[in-house]
C-alpha cells in the first residue's frame, strides 16, 4: 500500500479529550462489513483508513482499548465512548475510524471488506424515505442541541 496524499488532517473523539493528528492517509480508506466491526461500532460498519505510524500522533489524551482478538487492538475513548481505532500489533500503520476525523467528506472510499457479513439493509439505503433534516423539521430542538452541546469543538481537552 501507498500513501494516497500528504494532507495534515486532525480528529478525535465526540467529547475532545481523544485528539489525532495524521499526516497523510495509506491508500485504503475503506468500510468493514465483518460481524466483529458491527459490533465494535455499534452500527452497519466500520469505516477506517490506514495512517502509517511515522505519520501519525495522539496530540491529546491516550484512548482505552480492548483486545478484540490476539493481536487485535480496538481504541475508544473512555470519557464519551468514541470508537476511534482499529490496530494489529506490530503493524506499520493504525486504522482510524473515518467519522471521527474532523472532516470525514475529504476521504475517499476506496473499497469494501467482508462482504460474507454485509447487511442487506445496506443495499436499501436508497429506498429509504427521505424525512429532511432536523433543522427544518425541528428547529428548536436543533437550536437546543447547539446551545447545550458537550461535543468537541464545543469543549475541548
Ligand atoms: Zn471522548
Ligand atoms: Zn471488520
Keep these: 500500500m501507498d500513501k494516497l496524499d500528504d494532507i495534515v488532517r ?3 473523539c465526540q467529547c475532545g479529550a481523544i485528539r489525532f493528528r495524521a499526516n497523510g492517509l495509506r491508500d485504503n480508506p475503506h468500510l468493514c462489513h465483518c460481524r466483529m466491526c458491527q459490533k465494535a461500532y455499534g452500527n452497519f460498519f466500520a ?3 490506514g495512517v502509517f505510524w511515522d505519520d501519525f500522533e495522539w496530540t ?3 484512548p482505552a482499548a480492548f483486545e ?3 493481536g487485535i487492538k480496538r481504541g475508544f475513548c473512555q470519557m ?3 470508537p476511534l481505532f482499529f490496530l494489529r500489533e506490530g503493524g506499520e500503520h493504525i486504522s482510524l475510524s473515518i467519522g471521527a476525523f474532523d472532516d ?8 469494501e471488506l467482508s462482504m460474507e457479513s ?15 433534516t432536523t433543522e427544518d423539521d425541528d428547529p428548536e430542538g436543533a437550536a437546543l442541541a447547539r446551545a447545550t452541546s458537550r461535543q468537541h ?3 475541548d481537552c
Design 104 to 111: 470525514p467528506a475529504s476521504i475517499p472510499l476506496a473499497f
Design 60 to 62: 491529546c489524551g491516550e
Design 10 to 12: 486532525t480528529g478525535g
Design 68 to 70: 478484540s482478538s490476539q
Design 153 to 155: 469543538p464545543d469543549h
Design 80 to 82: 464519551c465512548g468514541t
Design 47 to 49: 469505516a477506517l483508513v
Design 118 to 132: 454485509k447487511l442487506p439493509q445496506m443495499s436499501r439505503l436508497s429506498e429509504l424515505p427521505n424525512f429532511g
